[in-house]
Each structure stands twice: as C-alpha cells, then as structure tokens.
C-alpha cells in the first residue's frame, strides 16, 4: 500500500489515487510537494513560485519559427507539437509551474462550432449563436474524447517534467466567456450581442450555460486524469458585468462547474478573471480553491474583498515588463510584498504576457523573485 497525502493515495512515483480517479502520469509525491502546489493548497512558501500566463506563445522567437510552419489549430490538435510548445518557456526560464498549450475554444469544435485562429485579428466563429435553435444544435460529445490531443500533449509534458518537480496546468474557458465568444463570434467593444442574447432568451441562455457546463466540467476531469496537477479557469471577459448581472446569468454556471469537477478530483481549481474586482464577493462563493487577481487591484484590496480566505496568484501589469529596470524591479518587489500578507502567493502576471514583451525582462522578474526568500 502506498502512503496518503491529504486526500490522495500516493501508489509509486507516477500513480496515485483521487477519490476514485487513478492518476498514471507525473503525479507522484514530488510533485505533491512542489512550490507550487503547496501555494495552491494554502501553505506559505518560501518564495512565491512563479509562472506566467500565456508564458508558451508570441514573445518567444522559437514559437514564432514553429508558427510558421502550423497553423494554430495545428499547433494545437497534434499532441507533439503542443507539448514542444508547452516547453519552450521551460527550456529558457526557471519557471515553478507550466500550462498546456491549448485554447479556451477548441474544446468547443466538437460542440460543432467552426472556427479559426486569423492572424492578427484573434478567433473567429464562422456559425455563431444567434438564437435558441442555434443553441439545441449545439452536440455534447463524449468527455472522454473531446479535444483528446489536449489530453494526449497531457501526457507527454506530464511524464516530460515529472523528473522536474514542475507541475502542469490544465484549463478551460468560463461558460460565460466561451457564450460570449459564441454569440459575439469573435472579440469584441462592447459583448452587446451577448447581454442582449442574455436579456432577450433567458431560457436560451441558461441552456446554452448547462451545455457549457457539461462540456467543460467533462474536459477538466480528463485534463485532471491525464496528469494536469491543477485547473485554471478563464473568465477573461467578466469585467463587462455588474453584481446582479453577474448573480443571475453567471454565477449558477460558474457554481456547477466548480462543483462537477470537484466531485471528480482533488486537484485545486484556479479562478482567474479580469477587470473584476466590483465582482470579487461573489467570486469568494464560487468553490475555486485559488484566486488569479488581475493587476488592475492591488492584492491586498482584492484579499479584503475575498475575506483573506485564499491564496491568491497574480498580479504584475504585463505592462510592466516593458519598463526600466528600476520600474520592474520596484513593481516586482512590491507585488511579492503584498503577497506576504496573504494566506500563501503565487507569483503570476495580472493578464496574460504580450507578444512584444523583451525576454531578458522576463528573465530578470524571474531571477529577482527566485533571490527574494520570505
Ligand atoms: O501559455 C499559455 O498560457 C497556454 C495557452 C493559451 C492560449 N490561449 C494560446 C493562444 C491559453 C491559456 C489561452 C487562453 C485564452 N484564449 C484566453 C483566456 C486568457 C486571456 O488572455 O484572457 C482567451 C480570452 C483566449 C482567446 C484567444 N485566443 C484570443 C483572444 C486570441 C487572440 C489574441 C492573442 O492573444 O493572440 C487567441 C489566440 C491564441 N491563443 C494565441 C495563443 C498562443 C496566439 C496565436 C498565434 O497567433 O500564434
């Protein structure tokens, strides 16, 4: 018999055992014990680790050479390719944690949605929602095999980092950032067509959330067994909604999502969102067991606001990393102060990184933090 670490059977170094899922791949007690998954369970660390959001994409030359070649969906549906992507960041920086190269939407194509990553302009949906018929159309197709390249690059950065101790993100889009995208069919100033849907269907709209939910809920827990150590979810566009907007049209599908994935794993749940801080009590309520804090609040306004219940990760200002040194380093130190006072940190930025941003900045954040010990 193996030895049990918080509600996990640990089998050997590759299997272990999560209220009735087995966990073949990378999960083992080193991993347990990473920096990073000790900030997610609550403890205080050391240091805070760090990673960063969208840290495999743009502002790394070797991904832009690979992109040359394969078309994003490419990139993403073949496991190889996904997982060399993944690591690129790796190669370069001393991260403490990785995030599968995937998108928010593609777990949406086998809904029987059509889409495409167009240079320059971002996804487009070439068949969106516009109206009840459209959402019973929408197909809810087997969790198991859903996106399962995903589930496939999984695996392969998993056992790639196991000798490392880096443990590795899943993720998936909010139900109601991904309804946003499939009504608005692409980005958007306003998300009018979305609030509108939401105002005008209601019924319509909380169809649309339970099948979001399904699928979603699905995609996570085969993400959690093919090795992904924690779930981040993006709520990337809450920002356009007021409490009682947020209460009614939101909350329940953000509740149930949470929920079916908790029933099905242990592995801690990360909810980010952005420009949300009017919205942060209710965030409390969800069930995420980590908060991603965007950079326009400070951390120590948002942990108010969350109660001091969580650990929260974030929130440099992308932005920042295009200053001078002297303005990076007083931002960095500034955000690892206030990350002292929480319950534990992780080190993130406060959005996704730019496609511009210098790389020797974001090897000078790393270096900083990794010099600063509590
Ligand atoms: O390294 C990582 O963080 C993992 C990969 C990842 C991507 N998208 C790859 C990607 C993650 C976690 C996402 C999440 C995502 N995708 C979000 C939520 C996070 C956020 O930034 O708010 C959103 C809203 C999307 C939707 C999306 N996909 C947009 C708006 C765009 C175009 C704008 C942009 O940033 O390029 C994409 C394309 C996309 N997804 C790229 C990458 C690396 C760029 C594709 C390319 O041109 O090579």
């Given at each position: 018999m193996g030895k049990w670490v918080s509600n996990t059977l640990i089998l050997g170094k590759r299997c272990m055992y999560t209220k009735g899922l087995i966990f073949l791949n990378g999960t083992g007690v080193e991993l347990?014990?990473?920096?990073?998954?000790?900030?997610?369970?609550?403890?205080?660390?050391?240091?805070p680790p760090v990673w960063f959001m969208r840290q495999a994409g743009r502002y790394l030359p070797e991904y832009r050479e690979l992109r040359k070649k394969h078309s994003m969906l490419e990139a993403i549906r073949t496991p190889e390719l996904a997982a060399e992507i993944t690591l690129q960041p790796l190669k370069?920086?001393?991260?403490?944690?990785?995030?599968?190269f995937a998108d928010i939407l593609t777990p949406l194509i086998e809904m029987g949605v059509e889409l495409d990553f167009v240079e320059k302009e971002g996804p487009k949906i070439f068949n969106p929602i516009r109206s009840s018929a459209d959402v019973e159309r929408l197909v809810i197709p087997?969790?198991?095999?859903?996106?399962?390249?995903?589930?496939?690059?999984?695996?392969?950065?998993?056992?790639?980092?196991?000798?490392?101790?880096?443990?590795?993100?899943?993720?998936?889009?909010?139900?109601?950032?991904?309804?946003?995208?499939?009504?608005?069919?692409?980005?958007?100033?306003?998300?009018?067509?979305?609030?509108r849907f939401m105002f005008t269907e209601p019924e319509a709209w909380a169809k649309l959330q339970q099948k979001l939910v399904a699928v979603l809920s699905g995609y996570l827990i085969e993400q959690a067994r093919?090795?992904?150590?924690?779930?981040q979810i993006f709520d990337s566009w809450l920002g356009y909604l007021n409490p009682g907007q947020f209460e009614r049209w939101v909350v329940p599908g953000l509740k149930a999502l949470i929920t079916a994935v908790k029933a099905a794993t242990d592995v801690p749940i990360i909810f980010f969102s952005t420009d949300s801080s009017t919205l942060l009590p209710q965030i409390k309520e969800l069930g995420a067991d980590v908060i991603g804090v965007d950079w326009r609040v400070p951390l120590s306004a948002a942990d108010r606001l969350l109660g001091s219940r969580f650990p929260l990760q974030g929130n440099l200002d992308p932005t920042a990393l295009f200053g001078s040194r002297d303005y990076l380093e007083k931002e960095v130190r500034q955000v690892i102060e206030s990350g002292r006072e929480l319950k534990s940190h992780i080190f993130n930025l406060g959005h996704g990184i730019l496609p511009e941003t210098p790389i020797a900045n974001v090897e000078f954040v790393i270096g900083l933090i990794k010099s600063i010990s509590q």
């Open positions: 347990h014990q990473s920096l990073l998954l000790r900030a997610y369970r609550g403890e205080k660390t050391a240091r370069r920086f001393e991260f403490d944690g990785s995030i599968i087997d969790p198991t095999t859903n996106a399962a390249y995903t589930f496939h690059a999984i695996e392969i950065v998993s056992r790639e980092l196991s000798n490392r101790n880096i443990p590795l993100l899943g993720f998936c889009g909010a139900p109601f950032t991904l309804a946003s995208y499939l009504i608005e069919g692409g980005g958007s100033k306003s998300l009018l067509a979305t609030k093919h090795g992904a150590a924690a779930l």
